[in-house]
C-alpha cells in the first residue's frame, strides 16, 4: 500500500497552511524595502518629468531642481529617523531584559508546538504503516520524524538565554504577563524524547533497528532495514546530528532547572 494512503486530507491541508506562513511571513519581511524601493522610483519619475518640463524656462529650472533636492532628502530624513527611533526602543527593551520576548513566546505558542506535532503525527504514520511500505518510504518517515524534533529543539534552545521571563509556575504571572507554563514546556520536551527512534545497528546479521515508543508503556514499534552504504549513512549521520540536538536540549534543561528548581519534572 502506498504511504500516501495513510496520510488524511487535513494532513495534507497543514502542510500546505504551514508553507503559506512561511511565504507570508517572508513576503512581510521584505515589504519595507520594497516600500522604499517604489517610493524611490516614483520620486526620481516624478522628478525627471518636472525638471524636463521646466528645463526651458531659466526662472523655474534652479528652483525645481533645489526643491527636487530637498523633497528627495525629507523621505530619507524620515526612515533614518524611523531607524533610529527603532534601535532606541530596541536597546530600552534590551536593558530590561524584555527584547524578544513576545516573540519568543509567539514561537512557542505557534511554531514550536506546530513542529511537535509535525514530529508525532509522523511516528504514527511509521508504527501504523513500516509493514505495508518500502524500506525508503521507511528511511523518510524516520528522517522526517527527526527533522521535525531537532526543530523543536532548535526553537526551544534558543529561548534560553531569556527563559526566565519566558517561563513560569506562577499562575498570576502566566495569565497577567501572557507567559509559558512551565508545565507546557515539561510537555512538549517529553512528548519530543519520548517521540524520538532508536537506531540500533547490527552489522553481524546485516540488519538496522528502528525502535519506536520505547519510553512509552504502549505498543512499542521494531522496524528493521536491510544495512546498505546509504542506509548505513544516513543512519550515522542522523545520529549524530541527534546527540547534537540532545546536548543542547539537556543544556536547556539544566537551565530551567538553575531558575525554577527540578518540579520533579526533570
Not at 24 to 40: P, V
Not at 169 to 175: F, L
Request: hydrophobic share 40%; net charge neutral.
Amino acid at each position: 500500500m502506498l504511504l500516501l494512503n495513510y496520510i488524511k486530507f487535513t494532513d495534507w491541508q497543514e502542510l500546505g497552511l504551514k508553507k503559506d506562513i512561511e511565504q507570508i511571513n517572508k513576503a512581510l519581511q521584505k515589504k519595507e524595502s520594497t516600500l522604499i524601493s517604489f517610493c524611490w522610483e516614483t520620486f526620481c519619475f516624478f522628478s525627471g518629468f518636472i525638471i524636463t518640463y521646466n528645463i526651458e524656462n531659466e526662472v523655474y529650472k534652479y528652483r525645481t531642481i533645489i526643491t527636487c533636492i530637498i523633497a528627495a532628502a525629507i523621505p530619507l530624513f524620515l526612515i533614518v529617523f524611523g531607524k533610529l527611533f527603532d534601535f532606541c526602543k530596541k536597546v530600552r527593551l534590551a536593558e530590561k531584559g524584555l527584547l524578544n520576548v513576545s516573540d519568543k513566546i509567539d514561537i512557542f505558542d505557534n511554531k514550536i508546538c506546530c513542529l511537535t506535532m509535525m514530529s508525532t503525527s509522523y511516528v504514527d504514520m511509521l508504527a501504523t504503516s513500516y509493514s505495508s511500505i518500502s524500506q525508503s518510504e521507511q528511511l523518510f518517515l524516520y528522517q522526517e520524524i527527526n527533522y521535525y524534533i531537532n526543530k523543536s529543539i532548535d526553537e526551544i534552545y534558543s529561548m534560553q538565554p531569556i527563559a526566565k521571563k519566558i517561563f513560569s509556575n506562577n499562575y498570576e504571572e502566566v495569565k497577567s504577563k501572557r507567559l509559558i507554563s512551565l508545565s507546557r514546556l515539561y510537555t512538549i520536551i517529553e512528548i519530543l524524547e519520548q517521540s524520538r527512534p532508536i537506531t540500533q545497528m547490527n552489522t553481524s546479521e546485516g540488519k538496522v533497528k528502528i525502535l519506536l515508543n520505547q519510553s512509552k508503556s504502549y505498543n512499542p514499534i521494531e522496524i528493521e532495514i536491510e544495512i546498505t552504504p546509504q542506509v548505513k549513512e544516513i543512519v550515522e549521520f542522523q545520529n549524530s546530528v541527534n546527540n547534537k540536538h540532545q546536548e543542547n536540549l539537556n543544556t536547556f534543561k539544566d537551565v530551567i532547572v538553575a531558575h525554577f528548581g527540578n518540579q520533579n519534572f526533570f
